[in-house]
C-alpha cells in the first residue's frame, strides 16, 4: 500500500501530532493501534510503498492486528482508503468540518452562550475541569449542546453522564451516547428521576442476587433469566416476599426452571394479586377446593365425577 503526505529530507523532518489526537483519539484506541497510525504518519511523509507484513516486522505486531488497526481507524475516518493504499487525514481540518456542519454543531463559545442558562454554561464547564482536565476537544461542547436538546437532560444529569462512563473507563462518544440513550428510554430527565432509577437498578440486582443464592446458582443469571427478574420486579412491582413464594414452589424439581417461575408468577399478576398476603390466600383457596375435590371423589367412589375444571397452574400452586 502507498502512504501520501508532504515529503522532506529525512534529516531535517519531524513528525507533529495535533493536540486533538490526545483528546479525541488516543484514550479508545488500543495500543498496538496507536503504534500503527504513529508510524503510519510517520511514513506517510515520504509517499513510500509500505506492506502490511513488513509493518508488521517493523512493530512486531502480529499481521492480524495490522489489518484491524488499519481497519479501526478508517472507520475512525483518519485514514481514507484508496485502490492502492491509504491518505492519512489531516486531523485538524477533520475536526473543523465538524464544527462548521450547518445546523448540527456550534463553537464553544456558541454552544456555551446558546444555552438556556447559566447553569448550563457552568455544567459544560464543570464537565471539561472534572472529565477532560480543561483541555477537552471543541467537538464535544457541540455533542453535549445536542444531547442537552435531544434527551432534555437537565444539568445534574448531563454531569452525571460524564462521571458515569469516566468512572468506568469509557469517556468516548459511542459508550456515552448509548448510556445517554438508555436513561432516555427510562424517562431520566431531572437528577430525582436519576435517583429513583438507580435506587430500582440497586433494587433490581439485589433481588437477582438473592434469587441466584436461593436456587443456588454457582453461575451468573442468563440474559434471559435476568429478563424474567425485570419482569416481575420492573413490570410488576413485585418485591422479594413474593417472588420467594414462587421460589418455594420449586423445592419439590429438580431443576428448577424460570420458565416454570414466570408462569406461576405471571398468573398471579394477572389475576392482580398484589401483596404477598393475596397470594399466599388465593394459594391456600385452591389448596382447600383441591382437598374438596378428592374428598367427594373418594366418597362417591367416582373418579370420573365431573368437577369444577380447575387449570394445570392452579393445581400446580397446590403442591406441597
Known amino acids: 500500500m502507498k502512504l501520501e503526505q508532504n515529503d522532506k529530507n529525512f534529516l531535517f523532518s519531524e513528525t507533529k501530532l495535533p493536540d486533538v ?8 484506541a488500543s495500543g498496538d493501534y496507536i503504534k500503527v497510525y504513529l508510524y503510519i504518519t510517520f511514513l506517510s511523509k515520504y509517499n513510500k510503498e509500505v506492506k502490511i507484513n513488513d509493518l508488521s516486522k517493523s512493530l512486531n505486531i502480529p499481521f492480524k492486528t495490522i489489518q484491524e ?22 486531523l485538524q481540518e477533520k475536526e473543523l468540518n465538524k464544527l462548521y456542519t450547518p445546523r448540527l454543531t456550534s463553537t464553544p463559545e456558541e454552544a456555551l452562550s446558546n444555552s438556556k442558562n447559566q447553569y448550563r454554561a457552568k455544567a459544560i464547564e464543570d464537565i471539561n475541569n472534572t472529565c477532560f482536565q480543561g ?21 445534574p444529569v ?3 453522564l460524564f462521571r458515569y462512563c469516566l468512572e468506568r473507563s469509557a469517556l468516548h462518544r459511542n459508550y456515552i451516547q448509548a448510556v445517554a440513550e438508555g436513561w432516555h428510554k427510562n424517562n431520566i430527565k431531572t437528577y430525582t428521576d436519576l435517583e429513583n432509577y438507580y435506587s430500582k437498578q440497586e433494587k433490581l440486582s439485589l433481588i437477582k ?39 418455594k414452589k420449586t423445592t419439590s424439581k429438580a431443576n428448577p426452571n424460570f420458565d416454570y417461575l414466570d408462569k406461576m408468577i405471571s398468573n398471579w399478576h394477572e389475576r392482580n394479586l398484589h401483596t404477598a398476603s393475596e397470594i399466599n390466600d388465593f394459594l391456600a383457596q385452591i389448596k382447600i377446593q383441591n382437598q374438596n ?19 394445570d397452574l392452579d393445581t400446580l400452586y397446590a403442591n406441597n
Open 69 to 90: 488497526a488499519l481497519a479501526y481507524w478508517e472507520e475512525q475516518e483518519v485514514l481514507i482508503k484508496k485502490n492502492n493504499g491509504y491518505i492519512v487525514v489531516d
Open 158 to 160: 448531563m454531569i452525571a
Open 135 to 155: 483541555m477537552m476537544s471543541p467537538s464535544w461542547y457541540n455533542d453535549i449542546d445536542l444531547w442537552f436538546n435531544k434527551y432534555g437532560f437537565d444539568e
Open 293 to 311: 375435590k378428592k374428598i367427594l371423589e373418594k366418597q362417591t367412589n367416582y373418579k370420573g365425577y365431573e368437577q369444577r375444571n380447575y387449570s
Open 21 to 28: 489526537f490526545f483528546t479525541e483519539y488516543m484514550s479508545q
Open 209 to 247: 442476587k438473592q434469587i441466584s443464592k436461593k436456587l443456588g446458582f454457582s453461575r451468573p443469571l442468563t440474559q434471559y433469566e435476568s429478563a424474567y427478574i425485570e419482569k416481575w420486579v420492573v413490570d410488576f412491582g413485585y418485591n422479594m416476599d413474593i417472588i420467594e413464594i414462587a421460589l
